[in-house]
């Protein structure tokens, strides 16, 4: 199974910065590599597929980038509704894997 | 609008079976792959399964298969997981999740999840 690893696990920021999530795959993903957003109580939501093409309806401020095994997530200009747990997915070959989240808090 | 509602979970001993529906409606659901994902309280996302438009193709993660199973009825719009020999380490948030696919393979990605039904096992 493909093992995907995200750094950090938590992260303290505050409205205005710019906050950069990594997610590292155990094995090259080209760039099948898909981001979640989750708050508490509630069910994930795709932000970024293919690495780096916006879902619709998701704020430019968000990004994706990378290919093969290293990948990042950067939001320009944090803002209240961000602060979540983010997620990075493989979907190179099943089973279909999981980081294991990144928190993001207000500072 | 797309809805995916599941229900169906509950308080089960170790070693009982569970059967989890999710109703869909607000898209054409033969037309897509499906998918369940599992939360454990406090952690991180999970895969369970997955199952292609006509349940030609159909995947377990290693943690249930031969004790999980998946499969879908179209007429009715539902998916449904049947759930055996259940374990404490199977305690989790069930979602049901639409693939953007009809097979759901390679590249795929989950573009509309339902709320979840939690499934606690124990004694």
């Known amino acids: 199974d493909i093992q995907m690893t995200q750094s950090p696990s938590s992260l303290s920021s505050s409205v205005g910065d710019r906050v950069t999530i990594t997610c590292r795959a155990s094995q090259s993903i080209t760039t099948f590599l898909n981001w979640y957003q989750q708050k508490p109580g509630r069910a994930p939501k795709v932000l970024i597929y293919?690495?780096?093409s916006l879902q619709s309806g998701v704020p430019s401020r968000f990004s994706g980038s990378g290919s093969g095994t290293d990948f990042t997530l950067t939001i320009s200009s944090l803002q209240p509704e961000d602060f979540a747990t983010y997620y990075c997915?493989?979907?190179?070959?099943?089973?279909?894997?999981f980081g294991q989240g990144t928190k993001v808090e207000v500072k | 609008e797309v809805q995916l509602v599941e229900s169906g979970g509950g308080l089960v001993q170790p070693g009982r079976s569970l059967r989890l529906s999710c109703a869909a409606s607000?898209?054409?659901?033969?037309?897509?792959?499906m998918h369940w994902v599992r939360q454990a309280p406090g952690k991180g996302l999970e895969w369970v399964s997955g199952?292609?438009?006509?349940?030609?193709?159909?995947g377990y993660a290693d943690s249930v298969k031969g004790r999980f199973t998946i499969s879908r009825d179209n007429a009715k719009n539902s998916l449904y997981l049947q759930m055996n020999s259940l374990r404490p380490e199977d305690t989790a948030l069930y979602y049901c999740?639409?693939?953007?696919?009809?097979?759901?393979?390679?590249?795929?990605?989950?573009?509309?999840w339902g709320q979840g039904t939690l499934v606690t096992v124990s004694s």
């Open positions: 293919a690495a780096s």
């Open positions: 999740a639409k693939d953007i696919f009809l097979v759901g393979g390679t590249g795929s990605y989950f573009d509309y």
């Open positions: 607000g898209f054409t659901f033969d037309d897509y792959a």
């Open positions: 997915q493989q979907t190179h070959s099943t089973p279909w894997t």
């Open positions: 199952i292609s438009w006509h349940s030609g193709s159909i």
